[in-house]
């Protein structure tokens, strides 16, 4: 195995963006040049897919729900067009236009509020990914229900941090790491030489208290998990991650999912629709994506796929 040690230069840089912190930091000549241009596509791409900017695609789509489509730009219809995918290939697990759920449960935004069941069902006929459509040859996309809205928050951060790669790599930088608010891409290795070491956080504990690393190289990490956003109300606990065929949180007996494959937006999408979907349920998801899993279970239990056997060290506390 050949590794590249010319490590002449290290840049890192931490910016806003998608709602979160990020960290972009790279090893080797051009680095502080690429590691700018690689921050300005992910403020792009922000622009453009952030439900929260009033000019975004997502924001004109959701305005014009049930009057007419809108044009947007190539990257959202893009990206629109692989969530209609994992959306198909998860069962509607994974559904973009449960914005009007989340906007009713309002994690981080209401005070530990549970929807009352006829709420519920009044916001349910409003999200279904086969609503929105998609026009490849106008660039066009439309909700075709008033009241119907979509976000691309459980998606956009792993398509920026493909992009983020393409960009790195466009500068011919080889060893970087990439962390968009826990989408993680390691590339390459580490300045000593040896693979990227990433910790998998434990669900029951506090940010940085982990259940074991993974030995990464050229590959992305994305978790999901209940642990993030939760209350508990008259015993209850309820999480933010909604499933979108219910209205409710998922119950599958998950605390938490953390997905390994090669593709950024792939692994996001993948840890939303296998958390709502549950174990069973993801193994051909997993198959179809070429991707490998860990599933820290509500009872406590951890498993891994076959192929992270060699890989994952779980830690001794």
Request: glycine share 8%; net charge negative; aromatic share 8%.
């Amino acid at each position: 195995m050949l590794i590249n040690l010319n490590r002449t230069e290290k840049y890192e840089k931490t910016f806003l963006a998608l709602g979160t912190m990020n960290v972009i930091s790279a090893c080797g000549k051009n680095s502080r040049q690429a590691v700018n241009a690689a921050c300005e596509r992910v403020q792009e791409i922000h622009g453009r897919m952030s439900v929260y900017e009033k000019e975004s695609d997502v924001a004109k789509i959701n305005y014009k729900a049930g009057r007419e489509a809108q044009k947007i730009h190539a990257d959202t219809f893009s990206l629109l067009k692989r969530s209609a995918e994992f959306s198909v290939l998860s069962g509607g697990a994974f559904d973009i236009t449960i914005r009007p759920l989340t906007e009713l449960w309002g994690f981080g935004k209401k005070q530990n509020y549970v929807p009352a069941k006829d709420e519920i069902e009044r916001a349910l006929p409003l999200v279904n990914y086969r609503d929105l459509l998609l026009d490849e040859e106008h660039c066009t996309a439309y909700l075709v229900k008033a009241g119907q809205s979509i976000d691309l928050g459980g998606i956009a951060k792993g398509y920026a941090a493909d992009e983020a790669k393409r960009i790195l790599m466009q500068h011919k930088i080889s060893d970087a790491l990439i962390n968009l608010g826990g989408n993680i891409v390691a590339m390459g290795y580490r300045e000593d030489g040896l693979p990227w070491q990433i910790g998998v956080q434990n669900p029951l504990s506090a940010r940085g208290d982990y259940i074991g690393t993974l030995e990464a190289s050229d590959k992305t990490i994305v978790t999901s998990g209940s642990n993030e956003q939760f209350f508990i109300s008259d015993g209850v606990r309820y999480h933010h991650i909604i499933d979108p065929r219910t209205g409710y949180p998922a119950d599958s007996e998950l605390l938490s999912v953390t997905v390994i494959c090669s593709s950024s937006t792939d692994a996001d999408g993948l840890t939303t629709g296998i958390f709502v979907s549950g174990i069973s349920d993801s193994m051909t998801l997993l198959k179809n994506t070429d991707a490998q899993a860990i599933f820290v279970m509500q009872n406590k239990d951890l498993f891994l796929t076959e192929g992270l056997r060699n890989t994952f060290k779980r830690s001794s506390s």
